[in-house]
């Protein structure tokens, strides 16, 4: 059974950073896409940045571009999720989720993914 665990959310002031982990167990083969998603309370789950494992592909939400960074640590199993700028309106809880898509254009789509972390919280202060 897959594990995603997520860590490194907190609360910051605007303008500051923080970095998400997403450690993976229990493969018995890796997924092919992993993504980070977010949702605030009384919104829907959004997609915010996706990796496809197999040929490095990273889209973003046109939200977040130039202001964070996905990437995924082979040796660790480990997704993670640099976050720059930060802005109020990015204040969420922040889940990771793995997969094995068919279509890039799926990867930001967080109802094509089958496992899930139990999130993290990050508040950003004005």
């Known amino acids: 059974q897959v594990q995603l665990v997520e860590s490194g959310g907190g609360s910051v002031q605007a303008g500051g950073s923080l970095r998400l982990s997403c450690a993976a167990s229990?493969?018995?083969?890796?997924?092919?896409?992993m993504g980070w998603f977010r949702q605030a309370p009384g919104n829907e789950r959004e997609g915010v940045a996706a990796?496809?494992?197999?040929?490095?592909?990273?889209p973003y939400a046109d939200s977040v571009k130039g202001r964070f960074t996905v990437s995924y640590d082979n040796s660790k199993n480990t997704l993670y999720l640099q976050m720059n700028s930060l802005k109020p309106e990015d204040t969420a809880m922040y889940y990771c989720?793995?997969?094995?898509?068919?279509?890039?254009?799926?990867?930001?789509?967080?109802?094509?993914?089958?496992?899930w972390g139990q999130g993290t919280q990050v508040t950003v202060s004005s």
């Open positions: 989720a793995a997969a094995d898509l068919d279509w890039v254009v799926y990867l930001l789509d967080p109802a094509k993914y089958t496992y």
């Open positions: 229990g493969y018995t083969y890796r997924p092919n896409s």
């Open positions: 990796i496809d494992l197999n040929n490095g592909l990273t």
